[in-house]
């Protein structure tokens, strides 16, 4: 009889959970049986790895009863990232590798039937978790997710290309000499250094515009939600993917957060590491599809755009469902998925932005085109957003069509360079005062920072009364006009930075 363990783990949200994957060869009619709540891809490994051993030259116990249990077994277990592991554990057991050799390593990866390793998903979620064991473990993972992994300082983690690479490694000792690791067994350097300063799109690329050039800055400075309201060819788009790129750059905790979430969903690549996402879903994107689901749970968009951009373009075009699932995360930051027999907790800290025309046909108010739409047309579109949703948004901003005379006319807008000096410098304002950006402040957060002067707060008293305002909305024009006194490098919120937040969140008429 032969037993061996060789650790793993499985996904679950964005942890990564340790599993033992135990084998057990016993004399027995041959059997090839795999228990501890796996799903039916980890089931199938019983048929990769027996092939995976024979086409590589290797001994596959046909005469023995094979037991393989995956622990804990109330840990539920998916995808093909167990077949290394189950067949390190046959060879140890069967006396083909040296079973203590394997003790301070965890594997991942899944075979093909001639022996090669394939990536699998979550990489850097499983180099997050090794690096915070003590003492640290070592891992062997396959091309792409090693160097996955390898992004997180500190982590040690070798790259093998087919089993044979790692079966050469951890060759018990014995009379003849052990073959020595394939060349596709090399250790990755871990990740050190800056992150890089990613390049985008130039806000200069954007003519006239002012105003919502304006909105833009105000909401990179202060992390403000913000809804563009025009006919179609006003620019709506083109800003919205240029508002990354005013965004302060990552973190190195924030590259990994942002990171591991995309190597979750399996969309992560190296040349995105240390970039704000920008995420642009489909307006047929189902509320699943936005805020995360399936089972197991995977993350939405939402938490893919975590740290960076959400653009909704088509804003009313979106199902109600989905749009509504989006009122809690963007209030709380983060996304909870209940299911019957799991719960996963993914971030979703995202600066929205959403794009809509104001009527159906998209010409109400065009100088250029006449609108077609009827009102109970233009009522009925613009009633598919509900209030509870437009107020968790602080910025609504009209975008005009301009004339194609006056936009070749008009002189290039400034370069995203300099409006993002400026916007860091008011973020930084911002930090240093209270900890966190304008979005942030609530109850008495806010009061204490807000440095709100009597004249100021009476205007806003007033506009407020007369808009019909909540007492959510109100609270967020404060935050913006505190975003707008410190890009003015002000102490106080004035009169004016009051009036400019007030008409920055105009409702048009339906969106109420």
Not at 54 to 77: C, E, M, Y
Not at 100 to 113: D, H, N, R
Not at 491 to 507: P, S, Y
């Amino acid at each position: 009889m032969g037993l061996s363990l060789v650790r793993s783990r499985a996904l679950a949200g964005l942890a990564a959970e340790p599993v033992q994957v135990e084998v057990h060869l016993a004399p027995g009619l041959p059997q090839f049986t795999l228990v501890g709540l796996a799903e039916v891809e980890v089931k199938e490994a019983r048929e990769r790895v027996r092939a995976a051993l024979l086409t590589s030259g290797l001994a596959f116990p046909h005469d023995r009863r094979i037991t393989v249990n995956l622990a804990p077994a109330d840990l539920p277990k998916e995808s093909g990232r167990f077949d290394l592991p189950i067949a390190l554990g046959i060879l140890a057991a069967s006396g083909q590798l040296d079973a203590t050799a394997l003790e301070g390593w965890e594997f991942a990866g899944e075979l093909s039937l001639g022996g090669a390793l394939r990536p699998v998903r979550g990489g850097l979620a499983m180099g997050l978790a090794a690096t915070g064991c003590t003492p640290a473990v070592r891992l062997a993972l396959p091309a792409g997710s090693a160097e996955e992994a390898a992004l997180v300082p500190g982590a040690q983690v070798w790259r093998a290309a087919h089993l044979l690479d790692v079966v050469g490694r951890f060759q018990p000792a014995g009379p003849q000499p052990p073959l020595p690791p394939g060349p596709g067994w090399v250790r990755l350097a871990a990740a050190s250094g800056p992150l890089p300063d990613p390049a985008g799109p130039d806000l200069a690329d954007v003519r006239g515009q002012a105003g919502a050039r304006r909105a833009l800055e105000i909401a990179a400075a202060g992390h403000h939600g913000l809804l563009l309201v025009g006919p179609p060819g006003g620019g709506k788009s083109m800003l919205a993917h240029r508002l990354a790129g005013l965004l302060p750059p990552l973190d190195v905790a924030q590259a990994l957060e942002t990171a591991a979430v995309a190597s979750l969903a399996g969309c992560f690549g190296l040349d995105d590491w240390g970039k704000r996402p920008v995420r642009s879903p489909h307006h047929g994107a189902s509320a699943a599809a936005l805020v995360g689901g399936g089972s197991p749970p995977r993350p939405g968009e939402i938490s893919l755009a975590h740290h960076g951009v959400l653009f909704l373009d088509e804003l009313p075009e979106f199902p109600r469902p989905a749009l509504e699932a989006l009122r809690e995360p963007l209030e709380s930051g983060h996304i909870r998925i209940a299911r019957a027999g799991v719960r996963a907790s993914f971030p979703a800290e995202v600066l929205l932005v959403a794009a809509m025309n104001p009527c159906p046909c998209g010409w109400l108010g065009a100088a250029q085109h006449a609108c077609r739409c009827t009102p109970e047309q233009v009522a009925r579109y613009q009633g598919r957003l509900s209030g509870p949703l437009l107020d968790r948004i602080d910025l609504h901003v009209e975008v005009p069509a301009l004339p194609p005379a006056e936009l070749l006319q008009a002189p290039p807008g400034e370069p995203t360079a300099v409006v993002r000096v400026r916007c860091l410098a008011a973020r930084g304002r911002a930090l240093a005062r209270q900890g966190c950006a304008n979005q942030a402040l609530a109850g008495a957060a806010l009061e204490a920072h807000l440095a709100l002067e009597a004249a100021a707060g009476g205007f806003l008293q007033h506009a407020a009364g007369r808009l019909g305002w909540s007492a959510r909305a109100t609270t967020r024009v404060l935050r913006v006009a505190r975003t707008v006194a410190d890009l003015a490098g002000s102490a106080t919120v004035q009169v004016a930075h009051v009036a400019e937040a007030v008409q920055l969140r105009r409702v048009l008429p339906g969106l109420r």
